[in-house]
């Protein structure tokens, strides 16, 4: 469902599945899910911390409240960012529940971490695809609960590697002049190297072992 005209309730229903509020179907997690949607060179130094991991939903705040939008609690989320910190080596930064805010996203020193996690939901709208966007806890300012894709692409990364944890997030509407748009096709634009999101819908614990199984591979010297 595409998002509503600005000036209006900005969300439409979740597309990271809840494990307790099922409203939306759930697609099986298989090779073609999980989407590397780009991959790009990157002259300069590489960054010198290595993750930091964000799960906004992970503490029973239910994002329903934010805007009104029928967005459930992600319990699962949580214990993904706890499981890849342990497999991720080095400076570790981690942001959950009330703290993970697009305003604190934001301020971080982005550009100096190899890996970017986001744990959450994603919000698609195939109307116009730069209102897509990724849901942060809600914060002090009413813009301050999503990060829309025309933000997203003025970021500063310099990372080899964002995942994008949230349902459909490599998908998007294409354009015989652009191609694809998507949201992570957005950080790919922003200077992440290489940028990894679902094509369909996924549910809470299911995607965190896909992600606990991408890292373990990762941290065993493989190749995403």
Known sequence: MPLPPPG????????????????CD????????WH??????HP????????????????????????RAELGALPSSGQEVK?????????VETM???AATARAFKQEPLRDYKVIHLA??????????????????LGSTPDDGWLRSREISSLDLAGQLVVLSACQSAAGTTSSAEGMHSLARAFTYAGARTVVGALWK???????????????????????
């Open 8 to 23: 209006a309730p900005p969300f439409s229903p979740p597309l990271r599945k809840s494990a307790q509020q099922p409203r």
């Open 26 to 33: 759930v697609a099986d997690l298989g090779p073609r899910l």
């Open 36 to 41: 590397q949607a780009g991959t790009r060179a």
């Open 44 to 67: 300069g130094p590489r960054p010198p911390w290595d993750l930091l991991a964000l799960a906004p939903f992970s503490d029973g705040m239910n994002a329903g409240t934010l805007q």
């Open 83 to 91: 499981r890849i910190t342990r497999l991720m080596a080095g400076h």
């Open 96 to 98: 959950t529940g009330r």
């Open 120 to 137: 959450t939901h994603a919000l698609l709208d195939p109307q116009i695809p730069s209102r897509s966007a990724i849901v942060f806890a």
């Open 202 to 224: 996924v549910e809470d614990v299911s995607a965190a072992v896909f992600v606990e199984d991408m890292y373990t591979s990762i941290a065993a010297g493989q190749s995403v």
